[in-house]
């Protein structure tokens, strides 16, 4: 066996022995935890809404860390797919759970620049306005079939 044909068969082999992780680092795109963030801010939402004022709140704090995390998982997806370190990334991903409101803003800078960073909020503020929307909506329907709201609204329109 020549070495030529040796370096050619690693990475199959290579990907062989990966399994499952290899399969699920393959599946952590931005696109796909964009998709998984978005569904966890709906939920966390309803939550919000739906929860009664006497229910104990550890499960809401549980769902809001579940949360925070798939946006630390976003932003280790796009750092990936943008270059960035490693270790940048695992600190951004903790900083995400639990600093979120400094993390995020200096990652969008650090990844993007000023001016991407400025499109990615308003993107970002633009699918706020939308899911805030689907909310409303969504509530107003459920109080038409006699569903009413358990607890106080987490946002008030």
Known sequence: ?????????????????GGINARLEAMLTPQNTAIVFWIGFICFTLYGIYMSPGESR???????VLF??????????????????????????????FLFIVAVPIYLVHSRGWAGAARSSLRFAGYLLLSFL????????????????????????
């Open 1 to 17: 066996m020549t070495e030529r044909s040796n370096i050619e068969a690693a990475p199959a082999e290579k990907e062989k022995a």
């Open 68 to 97: 925070l995390g798939t946006m630390g998982l976003w932003m280790v997806a796009d750092g990936r797919s943008r270059g960035i370190r490693q270790d940048w990334l695992n600190l951004y991903f903790v900083g995400a759970i």
């Open 134 to 157: 689907f909310l409303y909506g969504m509530t107003g329907i459920l109080e038409l079939f006699g569903i009413h709201v358990a607890g106080e609204p987490v946002f008030q329109f």
């Open 58 to 64: 550890w499960l809401f704090h549980l769902v809001k």
